[in-house]
């Protein structure tokens, strides 16, 4: 008997990269972490962010995603930068695939109230993030958002 085929239109095994959006979250100088409560990477902590849906703007899933995780409304300021994101499996078959847009945004007030794919939040400076994130990629995107802060382009 046969096994099932994987769904390959699943974030799982996909059959093309999935379009997420990450949010560079600032208050200050802190920035917004979340601790993920999915794979991949579940348990680490990370930016707040998710898949984008269809006829969603990029801006859109990063003010939908952050509000949905943390409570929190924020302004999008731009875009920090976009990260391939491939996770293989043990025989080395893509397992996850996502190309992430990385949007840096301000909240003014309030305070994170985790839920959705959030199991807590904090607020962090760039150096507490680096200490606390697993992925080098997202200690690269905070400190290029963190630069872009500092130096902003006209």
């Known amino acids: 008997m046969s096994a099932t085929p994987p769904d390959r239109s699943s974030?799982?095994?996909p059959n093309r990269p999935w379009v997420g959006v990450g949010a560079v979250v600032w208050r200050g100088d802190k920035v917004l972490l979340i601790r993920r409560g999915k794979a991949p990477r579940m348990g680490q902590w990370?930016?707040?962010g998710g898949a984008q849906s269809v006829g969603e703007t990029v801006f859109e899933t990063a003010?939908?995603?952050?509000r949905e995780e943390t409570g929190l409304e924020v302004v999008p300021t731009g875009i920090v930068t976009v990260v391939d994101a491939i996770t293989p499996d043990a025989e080395g078959r893509v397992h996850y695939h996502y190309t992430l847009v990385e949007v840096a945004a301000e909240s003014a007030e309030g305070d994170p109230l985790c839920a959705d794919?959030?199991?807590e939040a904090c607020w962090a400076t760039a150096e507490e993030a680096g200490e606390l994130t697993e992925w080098d990629e997202t200690r690269r995107v905070i400190l290029m958002s963190a630069a872009q802060r500092r130096n902003p382009t006209p």
Not at 63 to 66: A, L
Request: hydrophobic share 40%; no cysteine.
């Open 11 to 13: 974030r799982e095994y």
């Open 46 to 48: 990370s930016l707040p």
């Open 63 to 66: 003010v939908r995603e952050v």
């Open 117 to 119: 794919d959030a199991l």
